[in-house]
């Protein structure tokens, strides 16, 4: 009986849901000093700044992260001697990217929706999360498909914001690199793909953050480019998912060609 299927804690979500919402509002109230510091790597001077913005997104990403898996302790399959690691990588990424996105709308009505839109995304995270925690639970596959199409969106999102704030190559690099190597492996675990993923996961992060590299000094505007490299991440992701599955064979690899380069053109032209 669907009623009889477990449902995320409603107490528990709405929480969550708040205190991160909330993290995002005080990036506009509180005020804190801030800290600048420099570091000499391989004869490039690299100038660090931490200020109130940095520390409330991080604390609403480690929210997002702690909160999924105190949701996730109340599923009826869930056994303390099974790690929840890979059900926090979604959720973290998302109160990161959609907050570097709230924090920059000026205050108003634009403001209110913002926020109101993300924490319908982050409810939308946490609940498909729970859902994939058993994969005999009938709503797996929609809560898979929804992830999967979710962390492709919030991708895009975090490369959006990276290109949007002008963070320079040295530091935008890395994080392209981590969120797309997180979100491949997470993928993989969620496909319940075979073989090395950790591997696969990071070839995947060093191709976008390869591609990042370069669109980082064309004249693109960030939406072209942020699209063109969750393009980048998605074939990536599906090539390798194809490989891992034995399934690569010249028809697929046809498929991916035709579907890149008719998105890649639809981008230019369209975006």
Do not use: C
Not at 96 to 103: E, P
Not at 105 to 128: F, K, M, N, R, Y
Not at 188 to 201: K, M, N
Not at 223 to 232: E, F, H, P
Request: a neutral charge.
């Amino acid at each position: 009986m669907a009623q009889d299927l477990p449902r995320p804690d409603r107490d528990r979500l709405s929480t969550l849901t708040a205190l991160i919402v909330l993290a995002y509002g005080l990036v506009r109230i509180v005020a804190l000093p801030e800290l600048r510091a420099s570091l000499a790597v391989l004869g490039l001077l690299l100038e660090l700044e931490f200020n109130a913005q940095l520390l409330l997104l991080s604390l609403a990403s480690a929210l997002a992260v702690v909160g999924t898996d105190w949701i996730l302790r109340s599923h009826p399959a869930y056994r303390p001697e099974r790690s929840t690691l890979e059900h926090w990588i979604i959720p973290g990424l998302a109160a990161l990217g959609i907050g570097a996105l709230v924090i920059r709308l000026p205050l108003g009505p634009q403001l209110w929706v913002g926020l109101l839109l993300a924490a319908g995304i982050l409810i939308a995270v946490l609940v498909a999360e729970f859902l994939a925690v058993a994969a005999d639970d009938p709503r797996f596959d929609a809560a898979a498909l929804s992830l999967r199409i979710l962390a492709y969106l919030l991708l895009i999102e975090t490369f959006f914001a990276l290109r949007a704030a002008g963070v320079r190559a040295a530091f935008s690099m890395p994080l392209i690199f981590f969120a797309s190597a997180l979100i491949a492996w997470r993928l993989f675990r969620l496909a319940d793909s075979p073989g090395p993923l950790w591997q696969h996961a990071s070839m995947i992060g060093l191709v976008v953050a390869q591609i990042g590299w370069a669109l980082h000094y064309w004249p693109l505007d960030p939406l072209k480019a942020s699209l063109i490299l969750g393009l980048a991440a998605y074939l990536a992701s599906g090539f390798s998912q194809s490989y891992l599955e034995g399934e690569l064979r010249s028809g697929r690899l046809v498929e991916y060609a035709l579907v890149g380069g008719f998105a890649l053109v639809a981008i230019l032209i369209l975006a």
